[in-house]
């Protein structure tokens, strides 16, 4: 096996396309434009063997002091199905030889699969995950009654009620609009959002999508998505929250829902619920329940998104392969610092 570096879109995302069910936007040829484009260094990397891809790796390569750097890979790499039993070390082996000579540390995984975690091969350390582990994918082959019958009955009548103020939703990007829902939001909730630069980026490129709620031609909601492969993720929202009372979210979210379809997407993603504590089936027909800590962070938006049905799906999350374990050792000890300070 060898690794050989990756130019040509189309072959890199038909190959993604192919080879993921849930095909991850972040490992989609534009959504690496989009971090070149914000100064990241990155490398599309594919594991070869004769004439046939075996994996693919779009990394993030993220410096650290001492001159290191490590290697992340957001929702990947990606394995062909066909390899994942007999031939993963292989590849990981492959991989993780090209980027010692990097000079990374480590390498960041958020992988699909189990079995690498159980290789012996490599010391594995489970880091806190960096994007979501848990998630709800809605599947969009379905008849708009069956969608809005799988759904909690509350959520329906949000949905409902909300179509009957009069609100106008437009499909079109308008960063301004964005930005300054955005901060109302943030404000509200007391959060921190990325500069104004980060969803600038995001939005140049045509993979994304924005849905805005206007009342009285006021903006009230709005919210985003990147459509990849066969999926559509919902990305971030913003409101007005002096307005929740309109319930605009719950109507952007079905719009988003069709818009998936219309687009010729099969699944909606809702890209981020908190993790699993203890798994449960619901009797209402087609919806998961789904038990987590009420005190997480994404507690409020679990139990807006969960409303929406879906199956629940749960990955491993994010480890660390170790490259230098020495140097890797010193990382984690300085992290410790960091944190006390």
């Not at 396309?17 to 914000?38: A, D, H, R, Y």
């Not at 971030?236 to 719950?250: C, E, G, N, T």
Request: glycine letters at 6%; aromatic letters at 14%.
């Amino acid at each position: 096996m060898e690794i050989k570096q990756a130019q040509n879109q189309a072959s890199w995302d038909n190959w993604l396309k192919v080879n993921s069910q849930n095909t991850p936007f972040s490992q989609s040829f534009e959504w690496g434009e989009i971090l070149l484009s914000e100064g990241e260094e990155i490398e599309r990397l594919t594991v070869v063997e004769g004439e046939n891809v075996a994996a693919e790796a779009q990394v993030v390569y993220k410096p650290l002091p001492f001159g290191w750097q490590y290697a992340f890979c957001p929702k990947g790499m990606v394995v062909s199905e066909s390899r994942i039993e007999n031939q993963e070390s292989r590849i990981y082996e492959t991989l993780i030889n090209y980027l010692q000579n990097k000079k990374c540390i480590f390498f960041r995984v958020e992988p699909n699969h189990l079995s690498i975690i159980n290789d012996s091969k490599f010391l594995i350390h489970q880091s806190i995950d960096i994007n979501p582990r848990t998630t709800a994918i809605l599947n969009l082959q379905q008849t708009d009654e069956a969608l809005l019958d799988a759904m909690r009955k509350n959520t329906r009548y949000s949905i409902r009620f909300a179509g009957k103020q009069n609100l106008v939703v437009k499909e079109e990007k308008n960063l301004a609009v964005f930005w300054d829902l955005l901060q109302q939001t943030a404000k509200h909730d007391n959060f921190t959002t990325h500069v104004k630069k980060h969803y600038e980026a995001i939005f140049n490129f045509n993979s994304i999508y924005q849905l805005t709620a206007f009342k009285d031609d006021i903006a009230i909601a709005t919210a985003v998505f990147v459509g990849f492969g066969n999926t559509f993720t919902y990305l971030f929202a913003a409101s007005d929250y002096k307005r929740h009372q309109l319930l605009a979210p719950y109507l952007l979210q079905w719009e988003a829902i069709k818009l998936g379809q219309k687009l010729g997407y099969k699944y909606y993603d809702f890209f981020g619920i908190a993790p699993r504590m203890k798994g449960v089936k619901s009797k209402e027909k087609g919806i998961s329940e789904h038990e987590y800590d009420e005190r997480h962070s994404y507690a409020g938006i679990t139990r807006f998104k969960l409303g929406f049905g879906g199956e629940v799906k749960e990955f491993p999350g994010t480890f660390d392969v170790v490259i230098n374990k020495n140097k890797y050792l010193i990382y984690k000890f300085l992290r410790i610092i960091r944190r006390w300070f």
